[in-house]
């Protein structure tokens, strides 16, 4: 009963050795370069002006993002949230900020921003999040031509 509890140890320990490896040599390795793909990002919005002049400025401090576009799309506020974005990105002209005429709700704001998008590759984060600073090129890395 020893030999066999000492062997499964053994293999469980030459396992945990491999994957340690194997996870290390993957952390290392860097992109060489970013992909051409434009990233568009969509941030629809209901009533955030508690939350989203900061999550417009974690996208503004965006390093590294290559060709992208920020698509920011109001779904129906009844507070000032349209005119904090309005005035956050006024100096940013790969900003844009649209209204839902009509329908309503996070779903067809995200279909409203895709169907007038440039970008090959789409993203979405919510008005309440803040982006890392590489968050748009982390993303982008997963994505080739």
């Not at 002049?53 to 949230?81: N, P, R």
């Amino acid at each position: 009963m020893i030999g066999l509890s000492s062997c499964i140890l053994l293999i469980y320990i030459l396992f945990l050795a491999m994957a340690l490896l194997a996870w290390n040599s993957k952390k290392d390795a860097k992109p060489s370069a970013i992909p051409a793909s434009r990233i568009s990002v969509f941030v629809p919005f209901r009533n955030e002006e508690q939350h989203l002049q900061k999550c417009i400025e974690s996208l503004i401090k965006q390093k590294e993002v290559g060709d992208y576009e920020i698509i920011l799309i109001d779904d129906h506020s009844t507070d000032e949230s349209y005119s904090i974005a309005k005035k956050t990105i006024k100096d940013h002209p790969n900003f844009q900020v649209l209204s839902m005429s009509d329908k309503s709700g996070k779903k067809a704001a995200i279909a409203y921003a895709a169907s007038v998008a440039k970008g090959d590759v789409f993203l979405q984060t919510d008005a309440d999040c803040i982006a890392p600073p590489f968050w748009i090129k982390t993303m982008r890395l997963n994505f080739s031509d």
